[in-house]
């Protein structure tokens, strides 16, 4: 049964029409999935089915009657629930009172709200003290504490809006394991994804394009899906033998070793999130290679430490800004034996290489030009630049580059590494995404 329609739902910013007669059903207790690529207006889709934003015209009936929401409040009151890409997480605020914060619950009884705070999480498997500040808990913590909030007011729709692609495998079981509870409790579940493997988990599998939103056949093939985003399966990269570029025993006491030749693209595969970040950190110490020089991460170490001071998470989370959470980064680096570099006028040698030479990796693509549809938001002086950059630099390492990515972004990357491997340059990947191993031409694990 029909829980939610949206009918005929339009919007249009700055004369560019972003949703087109958009039609869907959500039915109760089942798992909807919209899926789409980056950009396309699935997030602005789900901010008006959720009080956020107003239509333009179209309507939306919800529990047989027809509505009107003016806020995100209004639509929680009715039953209407979202947990947004941009967390909306109080961080000076504790754990049980973000909870209670905009539920129409909100009590001066702090042992009250403790105490039914602790209940919802415990429902959840979630462990966090009640009493405890948002701003001490991790990126994925406060991600499944998003959930835990939007869905204390007992919604009969929750809307998730990409909140997969920010998170570890481990927290990505666990919120999969969330939504199962309320969904056999019978909540109407819509999750908005760019990724085709939670696509083949829905119940109902919606699409949007520019032409608007379709339905997909269930079950169907991980291939099909690809295919309609116009992306390829196929990320190899192929070597390209080439002279050692870097070669370190110990590297920063950790134990491990690591060897790279130019024309290859290394993985560097690690079990969990901290492990990215411990072998992320040994790369980034003042003198980090015993018997080598190479300064292979040290200008990084300041764009990390310009937000340590931030009131963060673990003291291992302050070396990612918070505001990165949902893209992996970049540094491209110009090895010291490097051949002569020729700048124009106007870009001098020490600005490119000096200035944001940590990026994310969707700036780090878009800038060259390899994502369709994402030229016109890079202004010309900034191509040039990361042109220019690019040329300048043989090494690049990757900080788990798949991290918001939707499949044709996956492939620009993947053009980026094969065009790296054929200039006789080399790159790093550390990882803990799965799917980033098929990006490399070499893999290796982390150790302890």
Known sequence: MSILEVRGIEKTYSGKRILKAVSFDLESGKLTVLGGLNGIGKSTLIKMMSGDIRPDSGEIVFDGHHVELRSIVEARRIGLSAVYQEYMLVPDLTVAENIFLGSGKFTISRKKMNSEASRLLSKFGLSFDPSSKVSSLSSDEQALLEFA????????????????????????????????????????????????????????????????????????????????????????????????????????????????????????????GE???????????????????????????????????????????????????????????????????????????????????????????????????????????????????????DLYVFVRPLLGLDPVSVNALSTVLQEIVNRSKAAVIISDEAGSSMLSTRKMRSSE
């Open 149 to 272: 909030a939007a869905v204390f007011s007992e919604p009969k729709v929750l809307m998730i809006d990409d909140l997969f692609s920010v998170l570890q495998t481990e927290s990505r079981k666990r919120l999969l394991q969330m939504i199962e509870v309320i969904k056999n409790k019978g909540t109407a579940v819509l999750v908005v994804t760019t990724d085709p493997d939670l696509m083949l988990m829905a119940d109902h599998l919606l699409f949007m394009d520019e032409s608007g939103v379709e339905y997909l056949p269930c079950p169907i093939e991980r291939g099909a899906i690809l295919e309609r985003m116009g992306a390829s399966s196929d990320f190899s990269i192929l070597p390209a033998e080439g002279e050692l570029l870097i070669e370190i025993s110990n590297l920063a006491g950790s134990g491990q070793d690591l060897s790279l030749k130019r024309g290859e693209v290394l993985n560097i595969f690690c079990e969990s």
């Open 275 to 393: 492990l990215v970040r411990a072998f992320t950190r040994a790369m980034i110490r003042p003198d980090p290679f015993t018997d080598n020089s190479v300064p292979l991460f040290r200008e990084a170490k300041s764009f990390f430490d310009r937000f340590s001071s931030r009131s963060s998470s673990t003291p291992a989370e302050k070396y990612f800004c918070s505001n990165l959470k949902n893209t992996g980064l970049v540094s491209q680096v110009m090895l010291k034996k490097s051949g002569s570099f020729k700048s124009s006028k106007s870009l001098k040698k020490s600005f490119i290489l000096n200035k944001e030479s940590v990026v994310s990796v969707k700036s780090f693509i878009a800038g060259l030009e390899r994502i369709p549809g994402f030229s016109g938001l890079v202004s010309e002086e900034d191509k040039k630049l990361s042109q220019l950059r690019f040329d300048a630099c």
